[in-house]
């Protein structure tokens, strides 16, 4: 069973910059597709950032494109999520998912995805 904690959300400043961390247990197969997503108040769920753990596949959200860096620590079996130029539009619930099948062009739909942590939250003012 695989299980998803996140950490390093907080209160930043605008232009301020932030790591999320994903860290990953449980796994059964040698390669994921992991992604990170977010959610504010009153809003629908949005997919941030999307990577293959085996390569080949990276992709962002027009949003956070070129702010915002998914990255992995194969040894620690940890997904980060490097924030820069941090604004409120920014401010919301950010969780990780992961899929042992392959990424597909779909996955900010969020319904590829069969494992989710609780989710860490972001401040941005």
């Known amino acids: 069973h695989v299980q998803l904690v996140e950490s390093g959300g907080g209160s930043v400043q605008a232009g301020g910059s932030l790591r999320l961390s994903c860290a990953a247990s449980g796994y059964t197969s040698d390669t994921y597709c992991m992604a990170w997503f977010r959610q504010a108040p009153g809003k629908e769920r949005e997919g941030v950032a999307c990577?293959?753990?085996?390569?080949?596949?990276?992709n962002y959200s027009d949003s956070v494109k070129g702010r915002f860096t998914i990255s992995q620590d194969n040894v620690r079996n940890t997904v980060y999520l490097q924030m820069h130029s941090l604004n409120p539009e920014d401010t919301a619930m950010y969780y990780c998912?992961?899929?042992?099948?392959?990424?597909?062009?779909?996955?900010?739909?969020?319904?590829?995805?069969?494992?989710w942590g609780q989710g860490t939250q972001v401040t941005v003012s």
């Open positions: 990577f293959a753990t085996g390569g080949g596949f990276i």
């Open positions: 998912a992961a899929d042992p099948r392959f990424c597909s062009w779909s996955w900010s739909t969020g319904k590829v995805f069969r494992y």
